[in-house]
Structures are given as C-alpha cells and as structure tokens.
C-alpha cells in the first residue's frame, strides 16, 4: 500500500512563509479533510506538494512510499502518482477534454509504446458515464467558456483517468451550488476505494455531508492544530472557527 | 466542433515521437561534387554562366540581365523592414550549384548522395502515398521530377522553371513575370536575374487534378543562395492542390533562399498552393508569393512559416476578375534568434470579389513575430469584402509580436473586417497540464497546437500532421 507522507513542511511565497510545520500522513484508501479558515495556507500545501514554481518549500519533505518527491519537476510527480484537483482550473484554448486526456494518459506510457485509441475512448467514456458526464462534453475545449461546475466536473474526469495513488482536492466545492456539488461528490464518491488517498481541502463543513472523510483536521497559522474523525467537523461547523482559536490561545497560554 | 474525437487528424500524434520532415531530419549534408559551379559572388558574368549552362534563349539572358540592373539599382528595404538585411554579403554567395540540367524519372537514376537527401526526408515514400507528382529539388535544380500517368494524360504539364523554359516557351513566355515584374521588390530582381529550378505547372481548361502536385526544395551547399522560380497556370475551370517544402542543414554561415512564385488561376479555376517550411535558423527566407485570380477564380494561400533567421513573406491575390475570390492562411512560429514577417496581400480590383486572411503567430522566448498586411478595396467598385483575422501567442515574456494591418477600403459599398488578439501562455497553464503529467515542452506544444487548430484543421491532413510534429519539435527545442 503506498503512503504519501509530509513532514513538518514548511513553504514560502516569496519572502513570505505560509505553511509552517505541516506534517501529515495519508495511505491509499483513506479520506482526509483539512479545515480552516481562508489564508492559513490550505491551497499553498497543495500547490507546493504538486511542485508549482513560485512555492519555495524551505524545509521539510514530501515522500511518496518512503521516496522524496520534491526535487522532482510538477510533470514527474503527476505520473508518480499524484494529483491536484485545481480550485482554479486553467482554460487550455483550442485543446479538446479528449485530446488532452489522450496526451495526459500517453505521458504515462514507456517510451515507444503506443496508446490504442479504440481503448483509450472506451475507458473515456466509461468513466463518463460513471460520473453521468454528457458524450458531447470532451469536444469542447479545456476549461474554455465553462461554468464552475463544468470545471470541476471536468477535473473529476480527469483523475478517474488518470488514476492517482493520492488526489489534493483543493477547495472542490467551492464555487458551485448544491446540484453542481453533489454530483461532483457522487463522482468521487464513486472513485473511493483502496486504490486512492485523497486529501479534501475545504472551508465549509457541507462538502463532508457529501464526501464523508475518515479524518478530519483543522489548519491554523500554516499547520495542523486538530486532529478527528468527521465529528471533528461537525463540531467546528456548530462552535466557528473560533473556538480554534481560543482552544489554541487556552493551550498555549 | 461535430468532428468526432477519433477522425481529428490533427491531435492524433499529440505526445508521439517526432518523426518525418524535422528541423534534426533535416540537418545534415552530402559533399556533392558539383558539375556546374557559378562560383561565389554576382555579376554579369555569374548571369551568362547559368544563362549557358541552360541553353536558354536570348530574351531570357536578357531578362536577366536586366533584371541584375533593376537588383543592383534597388535600396534594400531597411527603411520598413529589419536591418538584418544588411547582413546579407551578396559578395560571399554562390548562386548556381547543380549536377546537371535534366532531372532524372526514377529515383533510381538519380545519384546517390542526392537519393539518399530525399530518402531521409521522406520524399518517395510520400509520393507513392498520395501524392500526383514530385519535384525534388537539390540546390539549383531539380534532382527528380515525376508526374503520374494518369496526371500527364490529362494534358497537365509539371516540370521544373529550367526544362519548362526549353518545352514550353510559349505557354511560359506568356504569362511568365506578369504577376510580379521584376522591379517588384530587390529580392524579387535578384530572383529575375539568377532563378534556377521551381516548379512550371499548367493544367488545361476543366482539368481537375485531385492529388496534389509536390515540390520539395533541399539547399544541401553552404553560402549558398536558392532562387526557384514557380508559375503555376490553371486554364478556366480547372483545380489544382500544389504543395512545397523546404530544409536546409545548419550551417555557421548564412544560406539565401529567394524564391519568386507566380499563379494565373483563370476564369472559374482554383488554385490551392500549401507551403510547410522548416528552415534551419541561418536562413535568410525572403520570398515573393502572389496569384491572380480571374472572374469566379479563387485563390488560396497556406503559409506554414517555422524556422530560418528571418522570413519575409506576404503571400497576395489580385483579386482581377468579378466574384474572384482569395484566400491566405498563415501560421508563423518565432523561436529564440528567430524572425518572422509574414502577412498577406490582397487587392481587389473588381466587383464582388472577396478575401479572407487568417494570421495565426506564435513567439517563443527571443523570437519575433510580425504581421504585415495590406488590403486594397478601391472607391468604384462595389460588393467586394474582407476578413482579416491576426491573433498572436506569446509564450515566456521576452517574445516580441507587432501587427501592422494595412486596410484601404473606399466606397460605401464595400465592407470590411478587422479582428485581432494577442495572448499569452500563461505559467498557470503551463503548471497545470505539467501537473497532469505533460513535460513544459509537451505543455507548450499542446498550447501552441490548442491555439492553431481550428486553422489546421483547414490543411490537408498529411500537413497538419507534419506541421503538430515540427511544433512539437520546435516546442522541444525552446525550453532548457
């Protein structure tokens, strides 16, 4: 079973330091939530994980089954086995779902071998049937024009294909209205199992009413400050993210 | 879109391995021993020499010769164009090279070194796939020219600018320099005065050929200048696809390749002329291109630019008869050290015809990309339209672009319109189709392939093929 580990990781914007000792352990099969509230550094441990350049990672490691991932190019984690579901998703002009998807899976080949096309489309569209995703929609180019929900569904699509031994899902829900939501849930839902780790990054409380975690943590000030099961969230939608904070000021007083 | 995802051509290849006609294919060379020498530098001298070893007639020693005043009298155009020009040592060119005058029928008669170029390129076998009839040309003249039986029957006539001249004065004395007189432009009297090679193409009244008709132009001889010279004829009704590429290996020192092509579509003819180059970055690719077309005639233009130091290239229709119609479609990829000022020209010049131009560029790093384009509409006539469309891409932040469309549309009975965009591949976009497994060069590929495919898609498959690979290859190239 592979283990995607992050130890006391520390990450900078600049000069900047955002994530401040993060450490955190995921296996296949398991679901972790990650709460807190906007600009305790949520998005930058998941971009840094994935290796965007303007996220300098000052200490710290990423290992992926005991092995570090962070002197690795973004392109090389990807086929290691990790995937970024985008808050932002980037609009790729002129680049169908499908051809793109074609180009992500062959990437993923040895050299010299060949995708079979015929198997390729099959799989596609297998999978978009799974997620209830209309045929029409891989013609149209990447994120061009789409609607929030069209993003997200499309980034869902993505990683059934691809098939990552852990998924970073950054503020999924957000962005999309309670129909857009839950079938973006069932879509991952639908992906759950031994094969897939998935770290859910979230402000709100009502995405875990659709996908429900086995883990639940609170980042605060760049790190983990709490650690539960799902009634961990439950708790912290009733008292705010307040009672973080006076928890942590009583505990550290 | 409707197409499905399976017939599109052009993504087929996405992430395949860079095969064919590429910038690495084609960077090698034969040490050929060259028969007929001009030497270096041009004079009158250099002038009889070619003008002798082709047995030509009088009349056209004499278009040459004066065509060589019309090009020694001329300013080079750095008052509008780059000053890189000026770099051009005409002094240090050699501008006759070839190992005879006649091509040969088969590749098996043709000489070894000069097989073996076109083998590695993929010549033969794209002939005997689908093409009519192949013109391979190696430096100054044409090494193999072939036209299927079924083509020749019907009377079309495709030979080189050197053997046409011998066969078919009168058809080529007709209509030869009228499309571009001599004094056009400095390059295009270079071309009047020391021409060698191109493809002579007539193809008579109602004669529709359905495969395409190829050239392929091969400089092989360093300090070397090419100046083909092509004409292509189609009688009333008539259709013809015509396709050309060129390579060139890598050399320290510059390589000049000026070529001047002519087309006449006559009344209710189509003429579709396809370039996909692919210049080594020491040439100097300044080129005269344009067509006129007759009543209901139409034109059209399919500019594939990638490579070379600096490219100069406005391909044109004259737009002379009613309902004539042009067309140019233009794809310019500027890398690092690169160049490309390309655009089109389209004159009306009689009711009701129309023009399209489409422009897409793209600048990598240090490259430059310029579009130039002139649209002439004048005041008496009516019922004339166009489109002009010129979107640029950036990509890395020190990529130049600059557009200069010129559109002179007079009268209130003519209409005219004018688009243009300039974006940027973003370090976000990058980063994200990395994240999906794709290296930064496949990212930027797939980018530049995003940003030309509803063009490409226009192109006749084998093309967009050929051109999503050297993208690729181009892409490959440009990061670290």
């Known amino acids: 079973m592979s283990q995607l580990e992050i130890k006391n ?52 490691e990423v290992l992926l089954d005991g092995q570090s991932i962070l002197s690795l190019e ?14 932002y998703p980037s ?21 010299g071998e060949e995708l079979d096309a015929t198997a390729y489309y099959k799989r596609l569209y297998s999978k978009m049937d799974l997620l209830k995703i209309d045929r029409k929609f891989t013609s149209r180019a990447i994120n061009d024009g789409f609607s929030g929900g069209e993003k997200k569904r499309c980034e869902i699509l993505q990683m059934a294909m691809l098939e990552p031994k852990f998924a970073l899902m950054d503020e999924t829900d957000s962005g999309l209205d309670i129909d857009a939501l839950r079938i973006v849930a069932d879509g991952v839902n639908a992906m759950r199992g031994t094969n897939l780790g998935m770290l859910l990054i979230t402000h709100y409380q009502r995405l875990l009413d659709y996908i429900v975690p086995d883990y639940v943590h609170v980042m605060w000030d760049g790190r983990i400050v709490k650690s539960g099961d799902k009634s961990l969230a439950l708790e912290l939608e009733a008292k705010g993210y307040d009672w973080v904070k006076t928890e942590l000021a009583a505990a550290n007083a | 879109m409707s197409q499905s995802p399976e017939t599109d051509a052009l993504d087929t290849t996405i992430v395949n391995p860079v095969v064919g006609i590429d910038q690495t294919a084609g960077n090698f060379s034969y040490d050929v021993d060259y028969e007929f020498d001009a030497g270096t530098g041009l004079s009158e001298r250099t002038i009889d020499y070619i003008s002798s070893v082709k047995k030509e007639a009088p009349w056209i020693r004499e278009f040459r010769m004066n065509a060589l005043k019309t090009f020694q009298s001329k300013p080079m155009p750095t008052h509008w164009a780059t ?14 090279l070839s190992q005879g005058q006649k091509p040969k029928r088969t590749w098996d008669e043709v000489p070894d070194d000069i097989k073996n170029t076109f083998e590695r390129l993929g010549i033969p076998e794209q002939e005997r796939k689908f093409l009519a009839g192949v013109e391979a040309q190696f430096d100054s003249e044409a090494a193999y020219s072939n036209i299927k039986d079924i083509v020749s029957k019907q009377g079309v006539i495709f030979a080189n600018s050197t053997e046409a001249l011998r066969e078919h004065p009168e058809i080529f004395k007709k209509f030869f320099g ?61 259709e013809l696809t015509y396709m050309e590429g060129c390579t060139a290996p890598k050399f320290s020192t510059s390589t000049l390749h000026s070529a001047v092509v002519e087309l006449v579509a006559l009344k209710g003819a189509k003429i579709q002329y396809i370039t996909v180059q692919n210049w080594a970055n020491n040439v100097f690719n300044l080129v005269t291109k344009r067509g006129v077309a007759h009543e209901e005639a139409e034109i059209k233009w399919i500019d594939c630019n990638i490579g070379s130091r600096l490219t100069m290239k406005y391909p044109g229709v004259v737009l002379k008869g009613r309902k004539a119609r042009g067309e140019v479609l233009s794809i310019a990829l500027a890398n690092d050290g690169q160049h490309q000022d390309t655009g089109a020209k389209m004159i009306h010049a009689a009711d009701e015809t129309t023009s399209n131009i489409i422009a897409k560029s793209i600048s990598v790093g240090q490259g430059r990309s310029t579009y130039r384009g002139v649209v002439h509409i004048p005041k008496h006539l009516k019922g004339c339209k166009n489109n002009t469309e010129c979107d640029a891409l950036l990509i890395n932040t ?20 004018h688009e243009a ?20 060069a496949q990212a930027m590929s797939l980018s530049v392939n995003g940003f030309i495919n509803d063009l490409a898609r226009q192109f006749p498959m084998e093309y967009s093929v050929e051109l999503k690979r050297l993208i690729d290859l181009e892409m490959e190239g440009s990061v670290g």
């Open chain 1, 9 to 60: 990781l520390h990450v900078a914007i600049g000069e900047k330091e955002i994530v401040k000792g993060f450490s955190l352990t995921i296996r296949q099969g398991e679901v972790h939530a990650i709460m807190g509230p906007n600009g305790t550094g949520k998005s930058t441990l998941s971009k840094a994980i994935a290796g965007h350049p303007d996220y300098t990672i000052t200490s710290g």
């Open chain 1, 74 to 87: 973004p392109d090389a984690r990807a086929r290691a086995g990790l995937f970024l579901a985008f808050q």
């Open chain 1, 91 to 111: 609009e790729v002009p002129g680049v169908s779902i499908a051809n793109f998807l074609r180009a992500a899976v062959q990437a993923r080949m040895a050299e």
């Open chain 2, 83 to 96: 000053k890189d020009l000026e770099n051009i040592n005409f002094d240090k060119i050699r501008y006759y």
């Open chain 2, 178 to 238: 009228k499309v571009i007189p001599t004094g056009d432009n400095k390059f295009s009297a270079l071309n009047s005065a020391v021409f060698s090679g191109g493809s002579f193409i007539y193809v008579p009244k109602g004669v529709k050929v359905s495969q395409p008709l190829q050239a392929y132009f091969r400089i092989n001889a360093e300090n070397f200048g090419q100046f083909e010279r092509t004409l292509i004829i189609a009688d009333e009704g008539a």
């Open chain 2, 398 to 417: 020190n990529s130049r672009t600059d557009t200069y469309p010129a559109i002179t549309v007079r009268g209130d009975r003519n209409a005219t319109q």
């Open chain 2, 421 to 440: 965009s300039v974006s940027k591949v973003s370090a976000e976009q990058i980063f994200y189709m990395q994240q999906r497994g794709l290296t930064e």
